[in-house]
């Protein structure tokens, strides 16, 4: 028994009141990513062929219509982290915007099945025209909204199972997020195989069958995730990040003329006295000192909305400020990521697909950095990260800017061997057109991509969660799904830019990747110019990284030093309490509770069971399972028959702070 008992401070943490949150809430979310990836990605390295065989698009403007579906896509996960943090919360708004996928998915099989639903061959840059075009934009536009939505908040929603303050937790916070990959990677595997093969099976005619498959599966999904309600700690939205951001750069401008304190501490912030906020403050810093004005209080002023904000206030947008070269860094190497998943499907059709008696679709190609990736995800997992933990002393064994940046080197020399792959493609071609070579000579670009697809989506999903302040989480983790989109949109401006220069330089008159056929083009010319330009970027980025400085937390706020004082005032509630607890595992998580509650009358005063029973009355399920939660026959409750305001302030702050869910 002498091991199960731990010394603590203030032995009220509102992550222990219920037995919820973990591994045992994300296992639904994992459920849920893998069976919606399983047609998101299917969808991602296929769709160009829907779309070059079934809609008639030319070659670059199939190319141009994915990525700009898949950049749509992306970029709308800013409407589900932004509807997330201010009006519903996390699972509210992934289920909203889930329906709408799924209205979307409904759509595309119709179509897809239905033959007078599409066009007819023109010859043309695109065929789709009158209601067929309709149909079809209205539902990419569907599934652009809905997939985006669910990606701004449903990342955040598993990762406000674990308690990031917790020690214990904090590492477990670091391992959803290569869990959360693993469950994608897996989904998305069993995507480019199978789905794929059905897709493009009897000569290319079961596109509406694969788009069937993918909207049960996703429908399927849902169901896992409204199961998993019961286990999930949901936090409620807050004040919009909009407005706060708002506040900030209004004030800093109506305030321009003054000058700043040379001491940072005469700068306006809420003490611990007046505070009500259960969120840690943010410690000052000195970069971007011109939002520093938002924080200065003029004389005779009242500290009221839109006249001063507080220095934790100004903190949250530097913080984000300084997020901006971060994402700008990253937008290349998803556009990168674009041309594995357009131009590499392409050479695909033109290689030897055969495995065996089998036809590979060239879609499926894909698999082999998947299969990569399923294997090294453990081991990074399960090896890996605890090694370097001891090293380092950091719970995700390594930065998050640490591990962009391997993923950005990667992307180089993927872009390298891609172009290295499509010289001996061609060469191959031209010296036997009835010969080419294996389609498995791009597993070797795919398979160097993949990894670095490990590394960097984990590090940025991770590194903008963590670094976001505590109501801008969902908006802030949106933040990746934005490079990938501008990187989507940008490998559009490129194929169109590098088409109109070299049609006008070249002697042939006709631009690298013009027409449609690539064996005519000059496909490796642009690998090499994305490599170059991934290597320059890769210096862009460590110059930011190097400046980018961690958000660090105001130790002297109330958020901190509650869990490490033995009291919040002069006059303690509750000082240091030896309380017994059993350890449970809980979905792979270790979670400490206690079995039953003691109220006796001389330990927990009236007065300090009332406060608790109002402030918990607003949530009756945490109310019937505190009797389940603590113990307090060892506690130290001292002076009970003080009345005055200033102390029922201070525990009404401490109380609202331990509980609030």
């Not at 903190?315 to 990521?337: F, G």
């Not at 160097?448 to 802030?476: H, Q």
């Amino acid at each position: 028994m002498a091991n199960d008992v731990k010394t603590r401070y203030n032995a009220i943490n509102p992550w222990n009141i219920k037995e919820k949150g973990g591994f045992k809430a994300t296992s639904f979310i994992y459920a849920l990513v893998a069976l919606e990836n399983m047609g998101f990605v299917a969808n991602m390295v296929s769709m160009v062929m829907y779309f070059f065989l079934k809609m008639h698009f030319d070659l670059s403007g199939s190319a141009n219509t994915l990525t700009n579906l898949m950049g749509s896509t992306y970029l709308l996960s800013v409407v589900g982290g932004f509807i997330s943090d201010t009006y519903l919360n996390r699972f509210n708004t992934s289920i909203t915007f889930g329906i709408l996928e799924l209205l979307a998915l409904v759509m595309m099989t119709i179509q897809a099945h239905n033959g007078s639903l599409q066009p007819e061959a023109c010859g043309m840059s695109s065929c789709v025209k009158g209601g067929i075009a309709v149909m079809f934009y209205a539902s990419l536009c569907l599934l652009a909204l809905g997939t985006g939505g669910v990606k701004g908040s449903l990342p955040p929603l598993g990762a406000d199972q674990f308690d990031s303050k917790d020690p214990k937790e904090s590492k477990a916070l670091a391992s959803y997020f290569n869990w959360l990959l693993l469950s994608s990677t897996i989904g998305s595997s069993i995507g480019v195989t199978v789905i794929v093969w059905v897709s493009t099976s009897s000569n290319n005619n079961g596109w509406w069958k694969g788009f069937l498959i993918i909207t049960i599966t996703t429908f399927i999904g849902y169901f896992f995730l409204v199961l998993g309600k019961p286990f999930y700690r949901l936090e409620a939205p807050g004040d919009s990040p909009i407005i706060r951001i708002a506040q900030v750069v209004v004030v800093a401008i109506k305030n321009r003329g003054l000058s700043l304190p040379e001491n940072s501490n005469e700068l306006y912030e809420i003490n611990e006295k007046e505070s009500v906020s259960a969120e840690a403050k943010i410690a000052h810093t000195e970069q971007f000192r011109c939002l520093d004005k938002a924080a200065i209080l003029r004389d005779n002023a009242k500290p009221i909305p839109w006249t001063v904000c507080t220095v934790t206030q100004v903190e949250e947008v530097k913080v984000l400020t300084r997020m901006l070269p971060i994402i700008a860094s990253t937008i290349l190497l998803n556009t990168c990521m674009a041309q594995l998943q357009t131009f590499s499907v392409q050479q695909g059709s033109l290689m030897d697909r055969k495995l065996g008696s089998f036809q590979v679709p060239a879609p499926s190609v894909p698999v082999i950095p998947l299969a990569f990736m399923i294997i090294l995800i453990p081991i990074y997992e399960i090896i890996f990260v605890p090694f370097a933990r001891k090293i380092t002393k950091n719970p995700s064994g390594i930065t998050q800017l640490q591990r962009v940046g391997v993923g950005l080197v990667l992307s180089a020399i993927s872009m390298l061997v891609a172009a290295l792959v499509e010289v001996k493609r061609k060469k191959q071609f031209l010296k036997s057109p009835t010969n080419p070579i294996s389609l498995f000579w791009l597993s070797f670009q795919y398979a160097i991509f993949g990894i670095a697809d490990m590394f960097t989506l984990v590090g940025l999903l991770e590194f903008f969660y963590k670094e976001a302040p505590a109501g801008m989480r969902s908006l802030s983790t949106s933040f990746t799904w934005i490079s990938q989109s501008f990187g989507y949109f940008m490998s559009s401006i490129f194929v169109d830019i590098i088409n109109s220069v070299t049609k006008r330089i070249s002697p042939s008159k006709k631009g690298w990747l013009y027409g449609q056929d690539l064996n005519k083009n000059n496909l490796n010319l642009f690998y090499w110019f994305l490599a170059i330009l991934s290597c320059l970027n890769f210096v862009n980025y460590l110059y930011w990284a190097t400046w980018y400085k961690y958000k660090t937390e105001d130790t002297t706020s109330i958020g901190i030093s509650m869990d490490k004082s033995p009291s919040i005032s002069s006059v303690p509630l509750i000082k240091t309490a030896e309380i017994e607890v059993s350890k449970t595992t809980n979905g792979g998580s270790i979670v400490d509770h206690t079995q039953e509650i003691s109220w006796k009358n001389n330990q927990v005063f009236e007065s300090d069971q009332a406060m608790l029973r109002f402030f918990l009355a607003f949530n009756p399920t945490t109310m019937r399972e505190i009797d389940y939660v603590f113990k307090f026959e060892k506690a130290n409750i001292v002076d009970p028959m003080d009345t005055s305001i200033t102390r029922l302030k201070n525990r009404q702050r401490m109380i609202k702070h331990r509980y609030k869910n």
